[in-house]
């Protein structure tokens, strides 16, 4: 395949109220070659003035393509006219490297409400197609472009919840617009350019994720679109956790770097956040709430979390230093332990920890553990090991997943990252984002070789995750660095985001 390709173009005029609206929209496929991409459209209407359209990342279509959309409206009025006839060509870059589809130099063309065209030896696909589900949503529309010579008699849509455990069907119906109303004919072409379009609606419920693809049935033959050899996919929005030692007010511009904080949070979506070195002036010991960083970071959220922070001991002569848990939802269930054999809040050896459970839609209940232990030499295997008992104690069968986050002063590949490799329990989300295979060597078969594997690896925040689970993590992201949202800490942030298994 081509390093970009187009897939579909859709080109329809409504009138609304003596309001005449231009609708152009248009589905690429790129080659996964690099991680920062733009993706354009180049187009010229019938004023010949060229313009460009930036498309959006829409969806993967297997490991090495993804899928981008574009989608423009354009209002006539006394000064600006409707497009009307288009001519476009794709534009991709990626890597200082630049690819075009234009048609092998021709450029392709769109007539002006021609409706929708396949391009490319689709002879059948999905259009239209959204990439989310939200929050309340029970159903899906599938929209079906077959070409007219395939005299397509009857679509299907196959259809799954459980990853094809139990399959479902539901029938397409051949969609009748104002081009057939003006021919008159129930038979005619809904669309004058030799495509035809059915509709269907998938109902499935309270379901996270739906797969699906479509049979076209004709001229005694079966035709089928699975996006590639993939399927389409669509699910809710995945969960998301993100991790940061917060550097216990240490840091210059740190008022400035507490907002960039928030943004990202926002940006990102984060559903829950776990912070370490969460700080606020000691006073005597009995601490300032209105100086915690933990709080201002979530009053300055677009919509303030559920927020649960503890403190385990002097830092830095004069802040009551923790940790802590925001959560978009609702919090249950909150405990704070010492781990650590020290309790003398003098004590930077004294360690506690924060957990909350917390009910997931479409996911369930979850344990989740905010934690910041000491070094190896300072205790760590003790305070790991108390961790780990008192997360057991709370699992149950209705605990979906548990989650053990934060600053664990431990690098990956060391002495006690092999503590918990070998306690066979928890497993390093990240690795298995990143590098699945390594993280089979070590968490799977537990190759002899492994540590050699991590050599240069120095992260020491991680999300440990309990290897029963019932949660799949499908993305893991460094977050404050110079090339987002700059350094805010002595450490890294890190974004995970996980789906039901």
């Known amino acids: 395949m081509a390093n970009i390709q187009l897939l579909s173009v859709e080109n329809v005029i409504s009138r609304k109220k003596k309001t005449a609206q231009q609708k152009l929209s248009f589905f690429v496929r790129v080659e996964n070659v690099g ?7 180049v187009w010229a209407g019938e004023d010949g003035a060229w313009q460009t359209l930036a498309a959006r990342f829409h969806s993967k279509q297997g490991e090495s393509r993804e899928l981008w959309f574009v989608e423009f409206k ?27 589809d234009n048609n092998n130099g021709w450029n392709y063309t769109s007539e002006a409400d021609s409706g929708v065209k396949l391009a490319g030896n689709n002879p059948v696909m999905a259009v239209g197609f959204a990439d989310r589900l939200t929050d309340a949503q029970k159903s899906i529309p599938v929209t079906v472009a077959a070409e007219q010579s395939l005299a397509v008699e009857k679509v ?21 617009d104002h081009w057939q109303k003006t021919a008159g004919s129930a038979a005619a072409n809904p ?7 059915w509709t269907g609606r998938v109902k499935f419920g309270d379901a996270f994720r739906v797969q699906y693809c479509i049979a076209c049935e004709g001229k005694g033959q079966t035709l089928w679109d699975n996006n ?11 969960l998301a956790v993100m991790i940061l030692n917060l550097h216990c007010y240490q840091e210059d511009n740190q008022d400035y770097k ?28 009995a601490g300032d709430w209105d100086s915690n960083s933990a709080k201002i970071i979530n009053d300055r959220l677009s919509r303030p979390y559920h927020l649960y922070t503890d403190w385990s001991h002097l830092g830095f002569d004069k802040y009551r230093e923790g940790v802590a848990i925001l959560s978009r939802f609702k919090l249950a269930g909150q405990e704070s332990r010492y781990v650590s054999d020290s309790h003398d809040a003098y004590s930077i050896h004294s360690r506690k920890v924060v957990m909350t459970q917390m009910q997931l839609p479409y996911l369930g209940l979850i344990n989740v553990f ?52 070998d306690a066979h329990q928890y497993e390093d989300q990240f690795l298995a984002a990143n590098s699945p295979g390594l993280f089979d060597k070590i968490f799977k078969v537990n190759d002899l070789h492994w540590q050699d594997y ?6 020491i925040d991680f999300i440990f995750m309990h290897k029963d689970s019932e949660l799949k993590v499908t993305s893991g992201d460094i977050l404050f660095t110079d090339g987002d949202y700059g350094r805010v800490s002595d450490h890294c942030g890190y974004l995970m985001t996980f789906e039901p298994e």
């Not at 590639?228 to 995945?238: A, C, E, L, T």
């Open 258 to 285: 507490l907002s960039q904080i928030a943004r990202a949070i926002n940006d990102k979506e984060a559903d829950i956040v776990c912070f370490q070195e969460v700080a606020e002036h000691w006073n005597n010991g």
């Open 74 to 100: 354009q209002t006539q009025t006394a000064k600006k006219p409707l497009p009307g006839t288009i001519q476009f060509g794709l534009r991709y870059r990626v890597n200082s490297e630049e690819f075009w």
């Open 191 to 197: 669309n004058p350019f030799g495509i035809q379009i």
């Open 454 to 459: 991590l050599a240069d690896d120095y992260r």
């Open 35 to 41: 991680f920062n991409k733009e993706v354009d459209i």
């Open 370 to 421: 905010s934690a910041h232990l000491s070094w190896i030499e300072d205790g760590f295997k003790e305070q790991f090991n108390r961790l780990s008992e008192w997360a057991e104690s709370r699992r149950s069968d209705e605990i979906k997943a548990t989650l053990l986050c934060g600053d664990f002063n431990i690098a990956a590949g060391s002495e006690g990252y092999r503590l918990v490799v």
């Open 156 to 176: 299907i849509i196959h259809w799954t919840t459980d990853n094809w455990l139990h399959t479902f069907k539901t029938p397409c119906f051949f969609k009748k």
């Open 228 to 238: 590639g050899g993939h399927n389409y996919v669509i699910s809710r929005k995945p």
